[in-house]
């Protein structure tokens, strides 16, 4: 089997400056700018149209946030409720409040972190973020975790006013080492969650349940929606009373129902009795039965109805396959560059209806254009929420489990391949360059997987579930990365059997991911039983036979045991020098780790000789400017000086101290 290798680099982004070495050369660091106070981090969701301030929520707030000033210990605040009925934009309302009131006697944040925190990845990136802003000493580029525990070490003890928001824990047990520690009188931390969980009180947190709209918010939340888009005279008392009921009083079913009324100038009554007609096909898209959380029906039917006007508007008749792979992703927000990739063109140009007059006449192309034009269709009928041009698209999660309900089976695997294809061509070449983007298209590949499951697994294992596991790694989440990989291995057993390429390319990963977390013995463990099944599966020869060789001498190493490393090393640059060729990336790869073993020996002129072919073929092949070229560039630099330095009349008997540099590894994806 050919495999597509992508190689995690330890030493991506990470300035050349920092590189860890015995040679007594001092470089300064780089004095760190001031800090521009305020610091904003994350993007707070606009207020929807007709917000309503939700009274006896709100009181509990500012009830808990009242026990600070009087010396109580609640640091936290938890609204609670079931999804859709707007604990969100609650939180939203008073996060933009503390943001802008004015300063003075009691001034205005000096930070607030917005974070989406349906996956602990969000909340550690999005801490990052803030240290890098706050210019942390012990942040680091290439390293989120750490730069995440140095911004919750700063807020333990700053005094400066700060607001950190956890909107939509999905996980308290994972989210709670990363839950905010500090001074209640000057930080505040609000969460947002569906979960009842017994971490979520207590520890200086609080929970403050939100519930549904009451008939009076709802009935309040309609007339004013209706009356701020200039027709207050759909709005009627009696029909709206009914209707607010028949949708629940769910925040989210009356944003769909309002949104149909304004854009069909349809009033009250008659939007009633549409919703209330026996054909509305709700019982084939959302049966009773599967409604475990008791709000599934009225959205499924206003989301009915805003569908049908949503297809009457539509003139690029890319609407409806849109929303078919919008569902399919993170419901807290997916780049919007995803629509306009070339799978997801090829795949909308193949869903319109034919215009062909006769057998040879070519589809027409679809542009961006027409893609911006479906998207900003789907926005006027809030289906999607974006706060901005270039924001993420955000589709809530009841809508988007709606939708779903819609899509044919066998047309899921076709669709789950093209969302796979379009996260894969959108993602950046280097993770640590575009974190935020990289962050988001994890979240989505995740998300993309569980709904799908199992389509990206069948007839094969779809890229985009390796380049998670890579990503992790390349922004310094190796625990993430492990937890990730071990999963991949499970699920790949299951799909395609313990044999299978792709499950042991999956294993191979998974032991990239022990190394990279310092689980040495249990990398080198199941490194040498993937060497050993590749040997009888694929052959002693084969290209991914030579990637397992590769990775288990590096575990040789990393256990101490340099000997059997520079033995096989030799024996993997022999084998790929032969059977890829002596400039292929693999080979260089053998080439450089092989000169790593010839320095633990001792032998360092040959070491150096091996490097500075090693920094000739990254030069040609990579450019002088790619990350592992100036890395290596600065490391044959100082090897240079620190071996002339030894052989100086003075320094005969100096020990040579090079700097340390890590190996490559071989992560795969077939």
Request: glycine share 6%; charged share 25%; proline share 7%.
């Amino acid at each position: 089997m050919g495999s597509k290798r992508t190689r995690q680099r330890a030493n991506a982004g990470r300035d050349v400056t920092q590189i860890t070495t015995d040679v007594h050369v001092q470089v300064p660091p780089a004095r760190k700018p001031d800090v521009s106070w305020p610091v904003w981090v994350g993007n707070v969701p606009r207020l929807a149209a007709a917000f309503q301030p939700r009274a006896a929520a709100r009181a509990a707030l500012d009830q808990a946030r009242d026990e600070h000033s009087v010396g109580g210990s609640v640091l936290s605040q938890v609204l609670v409720g079931d999804g859709g009925v707007g604990k969100s934009q609650l939180a939203a309302a008073l996060a933009r409040e503390l943001r802008d009131q004015a300063r003075g006697q009691d001034r205005g944040l000096d930070l607030l972190v917005w974070v989406n925190a349906a996956e602990p990845d969000r909340i550690i990136t999005a801490y990052a973020e803030a240290a890098d802003q706050l210019r942390l000493p012990g942040g680091d580029r290439g390293d989120d975790t750490a730069s995440a525990r140095a911004f919750l070490n700063w807020l333990a003890a700053t005094d400066r006013r700060w607001l950190v928001v956890l909107d939509d824990i999905a996980d308290p047990e994972a989210v709670d080492a990363w839950w905010p520690d500090g001074n209640p009188r000057t930080g505040r931390v609000l969460a947002t969650t569906r979960r009842r969980h017994a971490l979520l009180s207590g520890q200086g947190r609080r929970l403050i349940p939100l519930d549904l709209y009451t008939p009076e918010e709802a009935t309040s939340y309609l007339r004013r929606r209706l009356s701020d888009a200039g027709y207050p005279q759909l709005f009627e008392d009696g029909a709206a009373d009914e209707l607010c009921h028949a949708l629940g009083l769910l925040p989210l079913a009356l944003g769909h129902a309002a949104a149909y009324m304004i854009n069909k100038r349809c009033d009250v009554g008659t939007y009633l009795a549409r919703f209330q007609r026996p054909d509305s096909r709700l019982a084939d898209l959302l049966p009773p039965e599967a409604d475990t959380e008791g709000y599934g029906r009225p959205v499924t039917r206003a989301l009915l109805l805003s569908l049908d006007a949503v297809q009457t508007a539509d003139t690029t008749q890319l609407t409806r396959p849109l929303l078919q792979l919008i569902a399919l992703m993170d419901p807290l927000g997916h780049p919007v560059g995803l629509w306009t990739t070339t799978p997801v063109r090829d795949h909308l140009r193949a869903t319109l209806p034919s215009r062909r007059r006769w057998p040879r006449r070519r589809q027409p192309a679809v542009t961006d254009q027409d893609i911006h034009s479906a998207l900003d269709c789907l926005h006027t009928y809030a289906l999607i929420a974006q706060d901005s041009p270039q924001a993420p698209i955000r589709m809530h999660a009841l809508t988007a489990r709606a939708l779903r309900e819609t899509i044919a089976p066998e047309a899921l695997p076709s669709l789950a391949r093209t969302a796979g294809d379009a996260i894969l061509s959108l993602w950046p070449g280097l993770d640590h360059h575009d974190r935020d983007l990289s962050a988001a298209l994890r979240a989505n590949t995740m998300m993309l997987d569980q709904h799908t499951y199992p389509s990206l697994w069948r007839p094969t294992t779809h890229g985009c579930l390796y380049r998670v596991s890579g990503s992790l790694s390349a922004v310094g989440l190796y625990e993430q990365a492990v937890a990730y990989n071990q999963g991949l291995v499970r699920r790949s057993t299951d799909n395609h059997g313990p044999d299978h390429p792709g499950t042991l390319t999956a294993r191979n990963n998974l032991a990239v991911s022990y190394a990279d977390a310092g689980r040495h013995h249990e990398a080198l463990e199941l490194r040498e039983h993937v060497l050993a099944d590749r040997e009888r599966i694929l052959g002693p020869h084969h290209p991914d036979t030579l990637d397992a060789r590769h990775n288990l001498a590096n575990s040789y190493a990393d256990t101490g045991r340099h000997h059997e490393a520079l033995e096989l090393r030799e024996h993997v640059l022999a084998d790929r020098e032969r059977i890829l060729g002596p400039h292929h990336p693999d080979t260089i790869d053998a080439r450089h780790n092989l000169a790593i073993s010839y320095a633990d020996a001792g032998r360092h002129h040959e070491a150096l000789e091996l490097r500075e072919h090693v920094l000739a073929d990254r030069e040609r092949i990579l450019g002088p400017h790619h990350p592992d070229t100036i890395v290596l560039r600065e490391y044959v630099a100082r090897a240079r000086s620190a071996l002339a330095a030894a052989q100086r009349p003075s320094a005969a008997d100096t020990a040579v101290n090079l700097p340390s540099e890590p190996p490559q590894e071989d992560r795969e994806a077939p």
